[in-house]
């Protein structure tokens, strides 16, 4: 999923005119620890101040999975209530602070 989601950064700073140079990626799973229960716990404690500070979320996703418009149209990703709710968390501070224009993108391989 990485080149799925390298394709769709280049694609976001295209349609935003966002400079490479200016862009940070936080990628939950490798920035979450996944292995020591009370880092992960505290990972996940901080989910909605790392969001908060995000301008846009990127959901990487195989083409060929994804059928629809919607997060819980992607499986895997959209059958997972913890995915979910990452992407109901963006979409609701983005709303509150820009309620023109939340910037969750599905990012699909070809």
């Known amino acids: 999923k990485h080149q799925i989601l390298v394709a769709g950064v280049l694609q976001l700073l295209r349609k935003t005119g966002w400079a490479e140079a200016d862009v940070c990626l936080w990628i939950d799973y490798s920035c979450i620890d996944q292995d020591n229960v009370t880092r992960k716990l505290r990972g996940i404690d901080s989910l909605i101040g790392y969001v908060s500070r995000c301008d846009a979320m990127i959901i990487p996703a195989y083409e060929s999975e994804f059928k629809g418009r919607f997060v819980t149209d992607i499986p895997l990703y959209g059958a997972r209530a913890w995915c979910r709710l990452e992407a109901f968390i ?10 023109d224009d939340a910037k969750l993108y599905v990012a699909c391989s070809n």
Do not use: Y
């Open 90 to 99: 963006f979409w609701t501070i983005s709303t509150l602070v820009d309620a």
